[in-house]
């Protein structure tokens, strides 16, 4: 790609994209830099952003908003787990993950808003955790020692100190993993910690690269010793199915079974990070080449059209009317986020994406008031019932606010926060790429210069991108434009050039739908980086009440919802509309697709959910109807894996 230079600006075009700089004048902020590895650590691809640096915009500040005044906001208000009583307040009451998990979102959000309310609620969570801190080290309710909440709680005071330069966290820090070290070799991780050892890492990883004492270094090599070796699991793979309780020999008093924590799906997507955190500290190629294989081993065996792998609450194959966990969602992005930071392979982002506008508003309400435990591909139904789950109860895929299992209810507040804070990176060359495209701004200092871009878009509805560069005086760096998988044409490259004031920058990404294949060879439509699924008109009839806008809903539907389709991308048609107040909102979709499908009268319901999915092709004398899809997120109900039918003929002589 050239770019040339004009008095009136530039313009460079590709098959695919359009590049647009016009100078114009405009504004500038100031922001902390970003931090890149120490030696002997590997250096990261891209090195992440410190919170705050990132702020959203358009749809994606409103989806923010609307969190704030749902559960993130409200919860410890109603909630007694993250209550006044919370062993992390000083109190007596849960003294294990549940504060640190709401706090892990609440804390990046308050900030992200500016919001003074929520600012305030954070801090009070912190400084009882900065002052708890005992001689010897150790930190947290001293009721609880288990080394998995402290895991937690330590990513929240990385980003409080990044955000905040408060001098507590260091000296915090520095003290407690000098008492791990210590504590670690007769007492070693185990349970779930054992398992999720990774998340330590980032914080020991995240505090070397600030203080450069190498005794964290063997800190990390010690966790890496005791904790579980995911990267051994998936090199010889033998999780190929659904489990059940039997298999995994739960019921049993004591903690769960290793085979249990090691098909866990939270567990799993934590994994994600695992072995590119490690090759930071070992640089072994074996250990930057595993996460590859540890997805394709998930696709296979596990894989879902919604962008994740099948956890409820543990492996469950392919099947799309079998779920996956919330927590298991906003985990894997904070897995595919810090990946992508390291290995900087775009896929990664796709995934990221993927799992972002799909997985992750489809398990919550639209005023984020209740949410799911469980979410299906394939969902008829939202009903306490006996279904299908490799190990979860009646009421996993309640609209409410603990259905199942309150963990989720703790967890799910870090989704959208973490998602804008790694919407954009900086470049090994200091200069800032974009990882995922959200309406957003980022804030950052280059060679002494105050830079702010601003991206305007309604990607992922849209797929054009709209930037104005802002800077305190012309500056010399990269800016790197990701090219989504799905794009076509050919690759955006990196834009070196002296940037001045008031800078654009224009790219429309070309894209059509597509249909992919999944379980029992069946059709899910897709276009850009969102999934689409039928929408089932859902009867909301709520069942206990809470606090506020806080209850338990079932949804039912008495839609007919068991169609086989024609896929095939000359019968699909994509309309656009207006983007609403609330961007995932079935009543008014930015987007549509249109396919052909015929009633299928043998699929029908089996364990309250959509039963087993026929195997495609198969056939049907049903009259033909038109199908509009709309985006996954959207679809509280759905289906979204198709039987297609066997008319896939030529489009020419469908015509």
């Known amino acids: 790609m050239t770019l040339n230079s004009t008095s009136f600006g530039s313009i460079c075009c590709m098959r695919g994209a359009m590049l647009v700089l016009i100078f114009l004048a405009g504004s500038f902020a100031q922001t902390q830099s970003a931090i890149p590895n120490r030696a002997p650590l590997q250096p990261n691809a891209y090195n992440p952003l410190p919170l705050g640096a990132v702020r959203p915009r358009g749809w994606l500040r409103k989806q923010l908003e609307i969190q704030a005044d ?81 895991m937690v709680m330590l990513k929240v005071l990385t980003q409080y100190q990044e955000v905040s330069g408060d001098p507590r966290v260091i000296p915090l820090m520095t003290r407690y993993f000098a008492f791990e070290q210590k504590e670690l070799p007769h007492r070693p991780l185990r349970d779930w910690g054992k398992y999720r050892w990774q998340d330590n890492v980032y914080s020991v990883l995240w505090l070397y690269n600030r203080t450069g004492d190498a005794s964290l270094l ?61 090759w930071l500290v070992s640089g072994a190629p074996e250990d930057k080449a595993a996460l590859a294989h540890q997805l394709a081993m998930l696709d296979q065996y596990q894989g879902l059209p919604n962008g994740m792998f099948s956890g409820d609450e543990h492996f469950a194959g392919t099947d799309p009317s079998q779920g996956i966990e919330l927590c298991a969602v906003v985990e ?47 969902q008829i139904a939202c009903t306490r019932a006996h279904r299908q789950w490799s190990t979860n109860g009646n009421d996993s895929n309640l609209f409410g606010l603990e259905p199942n299992f309150g963990c989720c209810t703790a967890n799910l507040h870090q989704g959208w926060p973490k998602f804008v804070s790694s919407l954009w990176m900086t470049t090994r060359d200091g200069g800032l790429a974009v990882v995922a495209y959200a309406p957003s701004e980022a804030h950052t200092k280059i060679g002494g210069a105050d830079v702010v871009i601003e991206e305007d878009t309604e990607y992922p509805f849209r797929h054009s991108v709209h930037f104005v560069i802002h800077t305190s005086s012309p500056v010399a760096f990269s800016l790197e434009l990701r090219t989504p998988g799905w794009a076509e044409g050919a690759p955006l490259k990196p834009i070196n050039r002296t940037w001045k004031d008031g800078d654009t920058v224009d790219i429309d990404f070309q894209a059509s739908p597509r249909v992919t294949h999944w379980f029992h060879n069946s059709a899910v439509f897709e276009y850009g ?56 909102d079935a009543r008014q979709p930015a987007l549509t697709l249109q396919v052909m499908g015929r009633l299928l009268k043998d699929w029908t319901w089996n364990e309250n959910s959509a039963g087993p999915l026929p195997q495609s092709p ?38």
Request: charged share 20%.
């Open 70 to 150: 749902g559960l993130t906001g409200h919860l410890d208000e109603f909630w007694n787990d993250v209550g006044n009583n919370s062993g992390w307040l000083g109190g007596t009451g849960e003294s294990w993950e549940r504060g640190p998990y709401y706090l892990d979102g609440l804390l990046p959000l308050a900030y992200q808003l500016n919001d003074p309310k929520l600012i305030a609620k954070a801090q009070r969570w912190v400084d009882w955790t900065l002052n708890s801190q005992r001689a010897d080290g150790q930190f947290g309710p001293p009721s609880n020692d288990d080394w998995w909440p402290r």
């Open 618 to 655: 198969v056939h049907s004398t049903s009259a033909e109807q038109t199908l509009t899809l709309v985006p996954y997120g959207s679809a509280k109900l759905r289906i979204t894996a198709f039987p297609f039918l066997d008319e896939n003929t030529a489009c020419a002589a469908r015509r």
């Open 332 to 378: 894997a992005m904070f897995s595919y986020e810090q990946a992508f930071a390291v290995l900087g392979y775009s896929s990664l982002a796709d995934r990221l994406e993927k799992v972002a506008y799909n997985a992750l508003p489809a398990t919550l309400s639209d005023d984020m008031w209740s949410h799911q435990y469980d979410q299906q591909p394939n």
């Open 529 to 584: 980086p969102l999934v689409f699924s039928l929408p089932l008109e859902a009867q909301w009839k709520q069942m206990k009440s809470y606090a506020e806008k806080s209850a338990d809903w079932q949804l039912e539907t008495k839609a007919a919802w068991n169609y086989g389709v024609v896929a095939s991308d000359c019968e699909t048609r994509i309309a656009t509309h207006a983007l609403g107040a609330v961007a995932f």
């Open 218 to 278: 063997s800190l990390a090599k010690l966790l890496h010793e005791q904790g579980y070796d995911w990267q051994a699991q998936f090199a010889g793979f033998a999780y190929t199915g659904k489990m059940d309780r039997e298999m995994l020999g739960l019921g049993k008093p004591g903690a769960p079974p290793d085979r249990a924590m090691q098909t866990h799906g939270v567990n799993n997507a934590m994994a994600l990070k695992a072995s590119p955190l490690w």
